[in-house]
C-alpha cells in the first residue's frame, strides 16, 4: 500500500545542490518536511523552485542555523521560518527573495504538514 506523504524540501531542486555545504543545507533537518502528497504537489505546482543562495549565505545560514535550540515537534516550520527571519534582514536582494520564497511555501506546508508517525 502506497502512503500518502512523502517530503519536500524547502530548498530545491536537487541537481542544484552540489557542494558538500550546499547539501548540508538542503538536508539540514527542519527543512526537510514531511507532507500530505497531495499538499506537496500543489505546493510544486504553484510555487517555482526557490533561487540558490551563494556560498557566503549558505555558510551564514548554516552558522544561524547550528546555533538554533532543538525544534520542537509542536512547530515544525521553526526551522523554516528562522531561517527565512535571518535573510530577510541581509542587505542582499537574493536573501530577501529567498525569504520571501521561504514564508511563501510556508502558507502551503503549514496546511499540508504531515503529523502521523514519518517512520
Known amino acids: 500500500m502506497e502512503r500518502g506523504w512523502n517530503v519536500h524540501h524547502v530548498l530545491w531542486q536537487r541537481r542544484d545542490y552540489?557542494?558538500?555545504?550546499?547539501?548540508?543545507?538542503?538536508?539540514?533537518?527542519?527543512?526537510?518536511?514531511?507532507?500530505?502528497?497531495?499538499a506537496h504537489n500543489e505546493l510544486h505546482a504553484v510555487i517555482p523552485p526557490p533561487p540558490?543562495?551563494?556560498?557566503?549565505?549558505?555558510?551564514?545560514?548554516?552558522d544561524m542555523l547550528n546555533n538554533l535550540p532543538e525544534p520542537s515537534v509542536d512547530d515544525p516550520l521553526r526551522v523554516v521560518t528562522a531561517l527565512a527571519l535571518y535573510l530577510e534582514r541581509s542587505d542582499e536582494r537574493l536573501a530577501q527573495r529567498v525569504?520571501?520564497?521561504?514564508?511563501?511555501?510556508?502558507?502551503?506546508?503549514?496546511?499540508?504538514?504531515?503529523?502521523?508517525?514519518?517512520?
Open 52 to 62: 540558490k543562495l551563494n556560498a557566503r549565505l549558505i555558510h551564514g545560514s548554516l
Open 18 to 38: 552540489k557542494t558538500a555545504k550546499e547539501k548540508e543545507l538542503r538536508n539540514y533537518s527542519g527543512l526537510v518536511i514531511p507532507m500530505y502528497k497531495t
Open 99 to 119: 525569504s520571501e520564497h521561504l514564508f511563501e511555501q510556508a502558507e502551503i506546508i503549514e496546511d499540508g504538514f504531515y503529523v502521523g508517525q514519518a517512520a
